[in-house]
């Protein structure tokens, strides 16, 4: 009498072979000490090198590995939650407040000043030739420093919980882009400027009225910033944005066209302000 | 976390009870020094605090919070690097500072501690979450910015290198630069 298998082993054989295998689970079993195998799992690592690699010759570096696992000093988790627990006790007023928001708020709130401070230039303080500057000029201008702002403003912000890389070459492009634009041909208006302030005294009048005003915007992005103490490339953004910041102001407010005056007066603030962080910064770790 | 986020104060202690101890032996492998390991698990968890308005229910938190603690040990790295007086090598390893489980254990971990000082910091960084953290390629992904196959393609070699240094030839395997 030949012996036919039920339809029921049949199906359970067919899923048991067809079942994949996942690298957790290779991972598990050695931290269980059990070596796995079966057809899947052989299977499995034939196409997983990571995992081949595990459990290459007897699994040895499996078993090295579960061992280590297993080692390790003795944790007093109490304890460590306890003085946890006091720090985060101590995480009160405005500051605690501003950098505990969600990001797209505190991105809001840095961007909103800037944009106050842009709206009362235009409303206020605007340079004399607006009128007659020629548009795209001026938005091209303005573009580049809204994009130098936002980007700051954006990898300053960016929470912990994402992957991310140092932004320092950003930062620095935006640092030096004040001084790229002031090297640019003047722009042809029919504005005819007179300027009867000295060469040292336009350059200084200008370089005190921006730097004055994104003092707020350094505050406000200090005071929204998550880390404690600044990190350099946090240092780097934080100048890069007040330097962006500035020009935008100035930009908007001063007709003054000589390059040699959008440098000194104008484009030397976001540096300016990179040597006063650092010297907080240093004056803080000491 | 949500429930954190909404307020459950208790759920912060749930949250440190069930991920402090893969952590901290994450950072402690690397940084050898106890107290600046428990501290930086301290950190990881304020940030925690810090930013749980940010998190979206909709995302996995175990590669969230292992990102923040990668992201503030890479950062304590490059101000250590900076700190002529630091010294990141084998001598720090402290003692510890507490009964050992078992010296044989003990030993265990740290040769192994002392063969992962010969992988490279990116491979090594990929066998600490996908061994220790328990961690799935995609989500050591999503903690590096990498594909889950470049986060294989970076456990497979840092396998390799670390079978190599845990071989009979190891002592002849320079530190990675």
């Known amino acids: ?286 | 976390m949500v429930a954190y986020a909404g307020g459950d104060s208790a759920a912060f202690r749930e949250l440190f009870q069930r991920y402090a101890p893969v952590l901290l032996g994450l950072l402690a492998r690397q940084l050898r020094a106890r107290d600046e390991a428990n501290d930086l698990l301290q950190q990881t968890f304020l940030q925690l605090h810090r930013a749980r308005f940010d998190f979206d229910p909709g995302q996995r938190f175990k590669p969230w919070i292992f990102t923040i603690a990668l992201n503030l040990k890479r950062e304590y790295f490059r101000r250590a690097r900076r700190r002529p007086e630091s010294s990141l090598d084998d001598e720090r390893m402290a003692e510890p500072s507490v009964e050992a489980r078992g010296a044989m254990r003990w030993e265990a971990h740290r040769d192994l501690v002392r063969g992962l000082d010969k992988v490279r910091p990116d491979q090594r960084e990929v066998i600490e979450l996908h061994w220790f953290a328990g961690l799935s390629f995609s989500e050591i992904g999503e903690c590096l910015g990498l594909t889950a196959n470049a986060v294989k393609v970076r456990a497979h070699r840092g396998y390799t290198a670390l079978r190599a240094a845990l071989g009979p030839d190891a002592a002849s395997i320079p530190l990675p630069e």
Request: hydrophobic share 50%; glycine share 6%.
């Open chain 1, 1 to 286: 009498m030949s012996y036919t298998p039920s339809t029921k082993t049949r199906s359970a054989r067919r899923s048991h072979r067809d079942r994949t295998v996942e690298c957790s689970e290779i991972r598990d079993s050695l931290l269980r000490g059990v070596a796995p195998g079966g057809a899947s799992f052989e299977a499995h690592v034939r196409s997983c090198p990571a995992c081949a690699e595990l459990v290459a010759g007897d699994t040895d570096l499996g078993q090295e590995l579960s061992a280590a696992a297993r080692g390790g000093p003795e944790l007093d988790l109490d304890q460590l939650f306890s003085s946890l627990n006091a720090r985060v006790q101590e995480e009160r007023g405005l500051r605690a407040w501003l950098c505990s928001r969600s990001t797209p708020a505190r991105a809001i709130l840095a961007v909103s000043i800037v944009l106050a401070l842009a709206l009362y230039q235009l409303v206020s303080a605007r340079r004399p030739d607006f009128a007659v500057y020629p548009v795209p000029r001026m938005a091209l201008v303005l573009g580049v420093y809204v994009c130098g702002i936002l980007l700051s403003v954006a990898a300053l912000l960016r929470p912990l919980g994402t992957a991310r890389r140092e932004p320092i070459a950003l930062a620095i492009v935006f640092l030096c882009l004040p001084v790229v634009l002031a090297l640019l041909p003047e722009a042809a208006t029919s504005f005819e400027p007179h300027f009867h302030r000295s060469f040292t005294q336009a350059a200084a009048r200008c370089f005190f009225y921006g730097g004055g005003f994104v003092a707020s915007i350094v505050i406000a992005l200090w005071l929204l910033d998550r880390s404690d103490g600044l990190a350099r490339a946090s240092l780097l953004l934080l100048a890069a944005c007040a330097g962006s910041a500035a020009n935008l102001l100035l930009q908007i407010h001063c007709p003054n066209p000589e390059p040699f005056h959008l440098i000194v007066g104008h484009a030397s603030i976001g540096f300016a302000w990179l040597l006063v962080l650092a010297a907080w910064r240093a004056r803080s770790r000491a």
